[in-house]
């Protein structure tokens, strides 16, 4: 049983962040037809729309990355930016993704 799950975008940064997860430890593989990545270490991995993240994290996801401006667009409360992440697809130079999460989730002691 998984303790979180992670809402992935789908689009042109795909490849770049697989990347960086793996480098982090969580080697995010392509998702099946229902969106599921996979399981890596009591996390599970899905990949939605990049405009449907905020929404899914409103609703089902703990936590999600998305585009800073997809998270102030969607306009949904009792989301929390936990972090700026900045990468890009081809150029050095960093776009805004947030990681963000529902009010009310916690992080367990030690994490």
């Keep these: ?17 697989v990347m960086y997860l793996a480098t982090a430890g969580y080697p995010v593989r392509n998702p099946d037809r229902t969106g599921f990545c996979c399981s890596v270490n009591g996390i599970d991995f899905f990949q939605v729309n990049c ?23 969607s306009g ?15 150029t050095d130079q960093p776009t805004r993704w947030v990681l963000a999460r529902r009010a009310g989730i916690r992080r367990k002691k030690g994490q």
């Design 76 to 90: 949904i409360k009792g989301l929390r930016e936990v972090a700026q992440l900045c990468f890009s697809r081809v």
């Design 51 to 73: 405009r449907m993240v905020p929404a899914f994290v409103a609703q089902a996801f703990d936590a999600g990355i998305t585009g800073h401006d997809l998270h102030l667009a």
């Design 1 to 17: 049983m998984s303790q979180l799950t992670i809402g992935l975008p789908h689009g042109s940064l795909w490849q770049r962040l």
